[in-house]
């Protein structure tokens, strides 16, 4: 078969190798499909991971919530997104309840949220339990109300059981282990039991001058008995008496209480002294019970004859006389001359002289009077106090008046409860009334014109006064 061939122009070659060369050169560039589509797989991928981790970095900031528990068991503070609420922990503490958490002092709700870092702070009450004091055979029972961490105070003298015959000593738990004054209790109900002790009393003595004597105890009921007896150069005991005077003896029953006994002795020797007022010395003597008074020969005074002697009561003492057994003091008593006594009663009302003879004592008259003062003692030329029974020598005396001047406090009570005006006189300590009242205010203290605080105890210038109550609006 004879072969077709077909004639191209050379144009038309031409032309067909130019679109040859174009389609070898597009076909450099083109990229295949699958290749696109792994390529746009990949380009997604990245823009969500350029996208999850921008969001990741947004929500890594974080907040801290400090919790301070304010003594109760520690917690771990918190982390949080800001903004992003939080259940708030609730923490325990032995013998409070929890009331919540606070922030500037304001209880925060839960669930909680913050945008900053915060402290919060638990807050917190006491549980209150009761405290029984049982009086344990005494009466009566008593109980208070604590709160945890409270000091027990036990009840007052007023309060506190009694028990006949027996002393309270103080008080235990039920373990019988003793609770002392201060102490902080376990937050529950708690009683305690009181310790009683037999009521001991002591006995202490007064020798008055003779050997010690050991004090003793008794328990009430006990009768008494007599310790070793005393001794006392020159004296011998008698018997043990109290201060009232009544004597105790072997068996007596004594009040529960303590109490001192004093020795009651009887003198076996004893000292005559001689007062001679005036004359000569005379030496003392020393006589034993019984013995009859032997006079030494009588004292001399110039211008004066000696009379006799006399006790302090005036009583003469003559020669051979038996004396009580105790010390005493007889006086000489002179005769011929008096002593003259005026008196100056320095503005007080008049006072008549007296004379006394020799060997009389001052019997002072009527004391004197004189508006806003109040009379206190006689006084002679050197300041010196006279009292009644004073022995004046023969001579001339002038007794001076000594006065203490009153003055009246009056009390100005602004308004409120009426308070009598009190009389001082001169150098006494101002004792204070009981405070007025008044509807709507506080007393708060007396005070002078010029401000100046009058307190209990104080000393004013004797002149008349008035002070004034301060208040203070209730």
């Known amino acids: 078969m004879e072969e077709k061939r077909i004639y191209i122009s050379p144009e038309r070659q031409k032309k067909l190798a130019q679109q040859e060369a174009m389609k070898k050169k597009r076909a450099a560039f083109r990229v295949p499909r699958k290749t696109l589509v792994i390529a746009g ?131 235990a738990d039920a373990s019988g282990s003793e609770v002392k004054a201060g102490t902080v209790l376990p937050a529950e109900n708690v009683t305690l039991y009181a310790m009683w002790a037999d009521h001991m009393f002591r006995i202490t003595f007064d020798s008055d001058g003779g050997t010690n004597v050991p004090s003793i105890s008794l328990k009430e009921g006990d009768v008494f008995h007599a310790p070793a007896v005393p001794t006392r150069p020159g004296y011998v005991f008698q018997y043990w008496e109290d201060a009232d005077g009544n004597k105790v003896t072997e068996g007596t029953q004594l009040e529960p209480k303590d109490i001192t006994l004093h020795a009651v002795w009887k003198q076996t020797t004893y000292t005559v002294s001689f007062d001679t007022r005036g004359g000569s010395f005379i030496t003392a003597m020393t006589l034993q019970d019984g013995d009859k008074l032997v006079l030494p020969a009588a004292p001399t005074k110039a211008g004066f004859n000696f009379s006799h002697w006399e006790d302090k009561d005036g009583n003469k003492i003559e020669n051979g006389a038996v004396l009580p057994a105790e010390n005493i003091t007889l006086y000489a008593v002179w005769a011929d001359k008096a002593a003259e006594i005026s008196f100056d009663s320095r503005g007080g009302s008049a006072v008549e002289s007296i004379t ?38 023969p001579g001339k005396y002038t007794l001076y008046a000594v006065w203490s001047k009153l003055f009246t406090v009056t009390f100005d009570s602004k308004g409120g409860s ?37 307190t209990d105890g104080c000393l004013l210038d004797p002149e008349d006064i008035t002070v004034y109550a301060k208040w203070i609006e209730d």
């Open 41 to 171: 797989i990949a380009l997604l991928s990245l823009l969500l991971l350029f996208g999850l981790l921008r969001l990741l970095g947004a929500g890594s900031k974080k907040v801290t919530v400090y919790l301070n528990t304010n003594g109760g068991e520690a917690l771990s503070n918190l982390s949080v997104r800001p903004g992003k609420e939080v259940k708030l922990p609730e923490p325990v503490r032995e013998g409070y309840t929890f009331l919540g958490w606070s922030l500037d002092d304001k209880i925060v709700a839960s669930p909680f949220s913050t945008e900053e870092n915060v402290v919060l702070m638990a807050e917190w009450e006491g549980i209150a339990y009761v405290v029984t004091f049982d009086a344990n055979g005494g009466s009566p029972d008593n109980r208070i109300t604590l709160n945890y961490g409270d000091e027990i105070q036990f009840p007052s003298p007023e309060q506190e059981p009694k028990k006949a015959g027996f002393t309270l000593v103080g008080w």
């Open 356 to 393: 006394l003879k020799d060997g009389e004592t001052l019997e002072l008259p009527d004391d004197p009077v004189r508006e806003g003062y109040r009379f206190a003692y006689w006084e002679d030329e050197n300041g010196t106090p006279v009292e009644d029974g004073t022995y004046l020598a």
């Open 418 to 454: 009426y308070v009598e005006p009190i009389v001082l006189e001169e150098g006494q300590m101002l004792r204070l009334p009981a405070d007025p009242v008044k509807d709507g205010a506080v007393f708060g203290g007396w005070e002078t014109s010029y401000g100046i605080a009058i």
